[in-house]
């Protein structure tokens, strides 16, 4: 199997860990955003159905 991956490298680190800082404050970034979303979205189901 020729891939891109060798016992060397981890999984993550090949296919999602970002090249540079620039990459990686943009996935941070985007990371809150998603966890604030799903927080606020979980307080707001949690207000509207429940007691």
């Known amino acids: 199997m ?3 991956n060798d016992n ?3 999984l993550l680190q090949t ?7 620039q990459e990686a404050a943009a996935a941070n970034f985007f990371a809150w955003i998603l966890f604030a979303a799903c927080v606020l ?11």
């Open 41 to 51: 979205f979980t307080i707001y189901l949690t207000m509207t159905f429940g007691a």
């Open 15 to 21: 296919y999602w860990l970002p090249r540079n800082s």
């Open 2 to 4: 020729a891939g891109h």
């Open 8 to 10: 060397q490298t981890p």
